[in-house]
């Protein structure tokens, strides 16, 4: 969330762009509590087998809901670039080209 609302801020996505973290907390305890349970259920269903290997699920599984996630909550293609490090695509540099936007 919080490389998310960095972005948003620093491709000023909206009107007044820092004020967006805000509503971007919803989206962060609904994460939280489905990363919450993805581990829950990993160690509850494997971890009487293999620590390890529900670690590695858990982590896994994880990882898929941040991918999913950001790329639902990316910054919108139609927004206009007003920021010229952000152009054309309202990605910004430093911005993981394995985690979609």
């Known amino acids: 969330?919080?490389?998310?609302?960095?972005?948003?801020?620093?491709?000023?996505?909206?009107?007044?762009a820092s004020a967006n973290f805000w509503s971007l907390i919803p989206i962060f305890f609904a994460a939280w509590?489905?990363?919450?349970?993805?581990?829950?259920?990993?160690?509850?269903?494997?971890?009487?087998?293999?620590?390890?290997l529900a670690t590695a699920m858990a982590v896994l599984g994880t990882f898929c809901?941040?991918?999913?996630?950001?790329?639902?909550?990316?910054?919108?293609?139609?927004?206009?670039v007003s920021v010229s490090a952000c152009a054309p695509d309202n990605i910004p540099p430093w911005w993981p080209q394995w985690l979609p936007l």
């Not at 509590?33 to 390890?52: D, E, P």
């Open 1 to 16: 969330m919080a490389m998310l609302a960095k972005a948003w801020n620093e491709c000023e996505i909206g009107v007044n």
């Open 33 to 52: 509590g489905a990363a919450a349970l993805i581990w829950t259920m990993a160690f509850g269903v494997l971890g009487g087998r293999s620590l390890l």
């Open 65 to 80: 809901m941040y991918w999913i996630l950001m790329a639902g909550w990316r910054a919108p293609d139609a927004y206009p």
